[in-house]
């Protein structure tokens, strides 16, 4: 996938010299969360639409404010799940785009990166999710492979989407017509199925057992 294209620069980036009054009538004309600053080409940083808006002198330059000045940017090695992040970390929607020297080329916009990503074939491809929780010193990418691998299934993607002091949780997307064996080999090395599903025997017996226990208790 050719990032650069999503590349965009209808946004008019500002200066130094640039008054605070443009860079909110900028604001209020569009649904941005940052402007890119630029000096000859060169990404000096982007000032916040929040830290704009709490400037009453507005007649003042950007210049005079550089403590409000925000310094983030991805370039051409920054991966789909790095920029995703970038985008968190820095409470934005707008993200700089640096090439390998350091101009300033444009920026990605939030809502197409979102896009991509969901267009990925961890998100598309039919497939069943399920939701591993093991200690962090017994988890292993390598031996989820081999038990999902070895009943038959074909792992679409994993990612860690929760991590506590001890434990953490994967969730894993798998492609199985047995989707049932893969569960109760996962329960025999001792993950955690956090998530439900419909072909878990494992639960189903223990409901049976549970029904057959209070309707012993209730004679």
């Given at each position: 996938?050719?990032?650069?294209?999503y590349i965009?620069n209808?946004?008019?980036v500002?200066?130094?010299?640039?008054l605070?009054?443009?860079?909110?009538?900028?604001?209020?004309i569009?649904?941005?969360?940052?402007?890119?600053i630029?000096?000859?080409g060169v990404?000096?940083?982007c000032?916040?639409e929040s830290?704009?808006?709490?400037?009453?002198?507005?007649?003042?330059?950007?210049?005079?404010y550089?403590?409000?000045?925000?310094?983030?940017?991805a370039?051409?090695?920054t991966?789909?799940?790095k920029l995703i992040?970038?985008?968190?970390d820095?409470?934005?929607?707008?993200?700089?785009?640096?090439n390998?020297?350091?101009?300033?080329?444009?920026?990605y916009?939030?809502?197409d990166?979102?896009?991509?990503?969901?267009?990925s074939?961890?998100?598309?491809?039919d497939g069943?999710?399920?939701?591993?929780e093991k200690?962090?010193?017994?988890?292993?990418?390598?031996?989820?492979?081999?038990i999902?691998?070895?009943?038959?299934?074909?792992?679409?993607?994993?990612?860690?989407?929760?991590?506590?002091?001890?434990?953490?949780?994967?969730?894993i997307?798998?492609?199985?017509?047995?989707?049932n064996?893969?569960?109760?080999?996962?329960?025999?090395?001792?993950?955690?199925?956090?998530?439900?599903?419909?072909?878990?025997?494992y639960?189903?017996?223990?409901k049976?057992?549970?029904?057959?226990l209070q309707?012993?208790?209730?004679?």
């Open positions: 996938m050719n990032m650069k294209e965009l209808d946004i008019e500002l200066t130094q010299d640039s605070i009054k443009k860079s909110q009538d900028i604001f209020k569009l649904p941005i969360t940052h402007i890119p630029v000096h000859k990404l000096v940083g000032i916040s830290d704009s808006q709490n400037i009453e002198e507005n007649s003042s330059c950007i210049s005079e550089p403590h409000l000045i925000d310094f983030f940017f370039d051409e090695n991966t789909i799940l992040k970038l985008f968190t820095n409470q934005t929607n707008i993200m700089p785009f640096l390998d020297k350091k101009k300033y080329l444009g920026y916009e939030l809502n990166i979102l896009e991509i990503f969901s267009a074939p961890f998100i598309c491809n069943i999710s399920i939701v591993l200690n962090k010193k017994d988890f292993s990418v390598s031996e989820v492979s081999q999902v691998e070895s009943n038959d299934g074909k792992i679409l993607g994993l990612f860690i989407s929760h991590e506590f002091s001890d434990t953490m949780q994967a969730t997307k798998i492609n199985s017509e047995d989707i064996e893969i569960i109760q080999t996962f329960r025999r090395y001792n993950y955690n199925i956090i998530s439900e599903h419909k072909d878990d025997f639960l189903q017996d223990l049976d057992r549970s029904d057959y309707k012993y208790l209730d004679m």
